[in-house]
């Protein structure tokens, strides 16, 4: 099926307008002579003028741009388009688009046509940053996964993990040992690990750091060295794909591991604010497969996260539909309190937003108070829409934008150009101008003094807790029945007390008692404020003369390499290195489970005492049982305060009234006492955070490291897969795809694959975290030769669909009703066997019958992932019945080509009296058009009207060739 045809000629030419010397071109909204434009929020107006420069006829039509102008009356009600200027992926959900890309290159080049007409159309940049784990703590070894596929008995393997104790602090400390670097004392010093692989320790390159006692480069801390050369060799084979794909395809920059985080990557060396592209110059913007792509509107850039999928859907020249949002205007008045950090500012204003039920909709900042927030302070405020459910938070460019920009490798020219260009458009703000304020849907104001520091936590990042109050709201949360926030211990359990050994040293662990405290740079806290903070307060700690107790899981992951920097240059990295905070590497670590194991006897004191532990970490995730499954109380808390509960070690704490810690002269040292001033903090970060750090990522992202530049990948134009690879496969979804689309057949006599209830999240549906031995996507694992300690995790696997099938649906929580409990099982309903899921559908496919599911309200809510539709795609499913849906998940069935069908108002699988165990036949018409009436049949007699939720034309064709990936190639055909 062909395209539609397209407009000949662009319907906007008129409003090109040219700036500074006449050789860059425009788009100029303000051209239209219309005075809705003055009045739009900046927000809108950069999708206005998405919607201008793209119009096609097609994707993009007049009557979107004209829906856009007409905001006011059109928000909450029009479907537009929005074609972002970029694309951002990560390893983890980048790796199944690019895969994706792989096979559409053999698929078009069985059908005789050239595979390099494969490429993203929207420039793409990749960051490789999600692979590291925490195998090495403190230089102990841990238990390390193997590092690649294949058989484990063949793979060098890591020295088993002895007792390691941290190191007291001391006076000073001398430069020494290999290579220049400070040396460290430590209880036992770690062993090579025999049979090293040829890429040493020493190989790998990172950023050079000063030692602050005699100011000579030394090297990064061993325990970083470490995991990022444990990191490098069990990814391997991802990586060799990815340096294939780097050369293999245009408009594909892939950011080498080891580099930095990628919102942090995204900030500091992608972010452009504005793009120049074939004479034409126009905003910057982004769409990225992580939630948190949004604190890039901190730079007044318009971008959010979306599903892997719609990325694909985006890279491939399909822009992203969205409902013209309702746009909140957040006004800022007021004076920041000395003591809050951008944290304490953070969770404020997370907690109004979310109060003020914002779901869905674009907030918008103005006002005099946005002016006292620095770029990383948007920032910071930017990535916590996912926390109060707002699609992005904008910070239009003013002046302290661009005052940032001086610092960063932006150079004079385009400065001038990126201040020209967007005045001449309107989307540069003075907030202390009134008169320049747009019209919202609404507005909210908040005052910035009222901001005091908070945790968030127990359970739940939107439940705050005031400093001032830790200590009584976590006795509450022992004393009240489970449930959010509390835990029920009983009154005579809630004073027990466990001793156990460690190094040699009597302890004890309570209620409340810290195990992991991690200080994390990449998303909240990558306000170099926050970390310099942290910094000054452990410096100031260590003079004391206090410590953080041996068994107390402490770790320091910086966003990049660009932290590790500026706290070293600030002399304050040795005194994070003295309480135990040592650099482990850069990736996502505590946040996403990556901790390492705790001490056995830590371990075994709380499963004995059946105790309440506690992690405090400066990170965006801490749901209970995240970080370890033994701690159950979990906080997010600024940098500065880790470091604090990490020293107290205890959240049982008033700091007002009790002393943080008792030096071994028996002197007291209150948080008062260390806690560093804003004027301090902010003589630091002057110092310290300059033009030097974002050139120094420059050089990180050309130069890379010496195992990334040392990887060997074919010079092919088609990826050479590996068919013992356990990593990267090849998916069927262009299995027997023919030339010519054919009419998708009716749905006749499918079984109920699963019988599903109300809001159904993506995390039931797509695989996440660890690899159940279990499982079914285990079992295959072992019958490639792997040991339950080579699994890796599911995100690590996204590349292989063979593993990816087999863990979707493959959630404990699962509440399937064919079965009736809990679990990844569900029934064959020929042969009335309960077995896994992935097993049922198998043997139904070998069958010939086609699968549906039931379920009820929300389904597919939750964070978006790459395998929701895939999965079960590749499972069999060919259409969901339910009684409502969430609607990216919708977009992502239908992307795949399973039909989303939803029940009439007021049915359900329940009204309807459906047990799940009859067959369903399903007529499809060959003329579609969107929202329309479909009958279904079952095998027991009953017929009911269910509604095909097609919204437009695109998701008709896509659904007609059988998803997006198939209607791409054969308009390539």
């Given amino acids: 099926m062909a395209l539609p045809s397209r407009s000949k000629e662009h319907p906007y030419l008129h409003l090109i307008d040219t700036i500074t010397d006449g050789e860059i071109k425009f788009f100029n909204p303000e051209k ?272 959010w996260g979306v599903g892997g999928i719609e990325t694909e859907a985006v890279m491939l020249g399909q822009p992203v539909s969205l409902t013209l949002p309702r746009v909140v205007g957040c006004k800022l008045v007021g004076s920041i309190n000395p003591l809050a950090t951008s944290i304490d500012i953070v969770l404020g204003i997370t907690k109004h937003l979310r109060q003020a039920g914002i779901e869905g909709k674009f907030v918008e900042f103005f006002g005099p108070g946005v002016c006292q927030l620095s770029v990383p302070d948007r920032t910071t405020i930017a990535n916590m829409c996912p926390e109060y459910n707002a699609t992005v938070s904008f910070f239009p460019v003013d002046r302290v934008t661009m005052k940032h920009f001086t610092k960063t490798n932006f150079t004079p020219e385009k400065l001038e150009l990126l201040e020209s260009y967007l005045k001449a458009v309107k989307l540069f703000r003075s907030y202390e101008d009134s008169s320049e304020d747009p019209e919202y849907s609404e507005v909210i104001e908040i005052n910035l003094s009222s901001m005091v520091p908070y945790v968030s936590g127990p359970k739940r990042p939107q439940d705050r807790v005031a400093v001032s109050n830790m200590k009584e709201d976590f006795q509450r949360s022992l004393d009240e029945k489970v449930g959010l926030r509390s835990f029920h211990i009983s009154k005579e359990k809630q004073q027990t007390r466990v001793p156990f050994t460690h190094c040699g040293q009597e302890y004890s662990l309570c209620h409340g008692s810290v195990v992991i405290a991690a200080v994390i740079s990449c998303t909240n806290n990558c306000n170099p404020s926050v970390m310099l903070t942290a910094g000054l307060l452990a410096k100031k700690a260590v003079e004391a003369g206090l410590v953080v107790k041996p068994y107390i899981r402490t770790s320091l992951a910086p966003g990049s390499g660009m932290v590790t920097h500026y706290l070293s240059t600030s002399g304050v990295l040795p005194y994070f290195n003295q309480l135990g905070f040592e650099v482990i590497g850069y990736g996502c670590a505590t946040c996403v489970g990556n901790t390492a194991p705790l001490p056995e006897a830590v371990v075994d004191a709380i499963k004995q005492g059946d105790l309440v532990a506690c992690g405090v970490l400066s990170g965006n995730r801490h749901f209970e049982g995240r970080l370890c499954d033994c701690v159950r109380a979990n906080y997010l808390a600024s940098p500065p305060l880790v470091v604090a509960y990490a020293i107290a070690g205890t959240v049982g704490i008033d700091f007002d009234k009790e002393p943080l810690g008792v030096t071994s002269e028996g002197k007291e040292v209150y948080l008062r006492d260390v806690w560093p001033s804003r004027e301090e903090v902010q003589q630091t970060e002057e110092d310290s955070v300059i033009t030097s750090v974002f050139k120094e990522l420059s050089g990180r992202m050309k130069k890379g490291n010496t195992f990334w530049n040392q990887i060997e990948c074919s010079d092919s134009a088609l990826f050479p897969w590996d068919h013992k690879s356990t990593y990267i496969r090849s998916p069927s979804f262009f299995s027997k795809m023919s030339k010519e689309m054919s009419q998708p057949p009716s749905i006749e006599g499918a079984h109920v694959l699963l019988f599903l209830g109300d809001k159904v999240t993506t995390d039931h549906i797509s695989p996440a975290g660890s690899i159940s031995r279990t499982s079914a996507a285990a079992k295959y694992l072992q019958s490639k030769r792997l040991t339950p300690r080579d699994f890796n995790s599911y995100g690590a696997r996204r590349g292989n669909d063979a593993v990816m099938t087999r863990g979707t649906f493959a959630s404990v929580k699962l509440h399937n009703r064919l ?134 034309e695109t998701d008709i064709i896509c659904f007609k060739h059988g998803g997006l990936l198939r209607f791409v190639a054969r308009t390539l055909l």
């Fill in 32 to 303: 239209l002579n219309d005075a809705r434009y003055d009045k739009l929020p900046l927000s809108i107006r950069v999708l206005l003028e998405s919607a201008i420069r793209t119009c096609d006829g097609f994707y993009t039509k007049e009557e979107d741009v004209q829906s856009i102008l007409d905001w006011r009356q059109q928000q909450s009600r029009a479907e537009v388009p929005f074609s972002p200027a970029r694309v951002l992926l990560q390893d983890f959900t980048g790796i199944p688009a690019m895969v994706d890309l792989a096979a559409m290159r053999d698929a078009v080049a069985k059908h005789g046509v050239d595979p390099c007409l494969v490429n993203p159309k929207c420039p793409t940049d990749l960051i490789v940053d999600h692979s590291l784990q925490i195998d090495f703590s403190k230089c102990a070894i841990q238990n390390a996964p193997n590092p690649g596929g294949g058989d484990s008995s063949q793979q060098p393997q890591p020295a088993s993990r002895p007792s390691s104790c941290r190191p007291q602090p001391r006076a000073a400390s001398h430069c020494g040992g290999q290579k220049g670097s400070c040396g460290k004392a430590s209880c036992s010093d770690t062993p090579s690990s025999p049979g090293r692989p040829p890429t040493s320790v020493q190989q790998i390159e990172n950023t050079p750091l000063l030692c602050p006692f005699h100011l000579k480069p030394v090297s990064e801390p061993e325990t970083a060295l470490k995991n990022q050369e444990m990191e490098l060799n069990r990814n391997k084979e991802r990586l060799q794909f990815f340096k294939w794909c780097s050369k293999a395809f245009k408009n594909v920059n892939v950011v080498p591991p080891d580099v930095g985080a990628v919102h942090q990557v995204n900030l500091e060396y992608l972010s452009r604010v504005v793009q120049v592209s074939d004479g034409f110059i126009y905003p910057d913007s982004v769409v990225g497969t992580d939630s948190h792509t949004t604190m890039i509107n901190g730079l007044g850039i318009l971008g």
């Fill in 819 to 952: 079965v009736g409990k809990n679990g990844p099982k569900t029934v064959h309903v020929p042969s009335g066997q309960t077995m896994d899921v992935f097993d049922a559908a198998e043997r139904y496919q070998r069958d010939g019958v086609p699968l549906v599911i039931l379920a009820g309200k929300d389904y597919g809510s939750g964070n978006s992932r790459d395998w929701v539709a895939k999965g079960p795609y590749l499972m069999g499913v060919r259409a969901v019945i339910a009684e409502s849906f969430e609607k990216l998940h919708r977009r992502q069935l239908l992307g795949m080509g399973i039909v989303p069908l939803q029940f009439e108002s007021g049915e359900s699988a329940e009204s309807l009296e459906l047990s799940g165990k009859e067959r369903f036949t399903i007529e499809l018409p060959e003329e579609l058009c969107p929202n329309q009436p479909f009958t279904v049949k079952t095998s027991q007699g009953k017929c009911f009207r269910v509604t095909a939720l097609f919204e437009d």
